[in-house]
């Protein structure tokens, strides 16, 4: 409940702002929001790569080769989001 009155709370304070100001708040959350989805993603990744390779040590390979793969995609678009995010706070 608190996180909805501070939700709230902010967004009262907002009005006073101009659009400028709101698209500057809204891509500075948008970037934590990038960063934060990026950080679950490899994490969710690194435990599932983790897990296969307990299960079946001679496959641990093939799981790394695919678990680096797949965290340079997740850490791509990461920084195409938090790119397009600064993007959008100075134009």
Known sequence: MDL???LLTSL????GLGDMELNKVG????AGLA???GGIGIGLLGAGAMEGMARQ???????RG??????????GTTLLALI???LAIFI
Do not use: N
């Open 4 to 6: 909805l009155a501070s």
């Open 12 to 15: 009262s304070l907002a009005e």
């Open 27 to 30: 891509a500075a959350i948008g």
């Open 35 to 37: 960063i934060i989805g």
């Open 57 to 63: 040590p001679e496959a641990s390979d093939t799981i």
């Open 66 to 75: 695919g678990m680096i793969l797949l965290a340079a995609l997740i850490e």
């Open 84 to 86: 397009i995010c600064i």
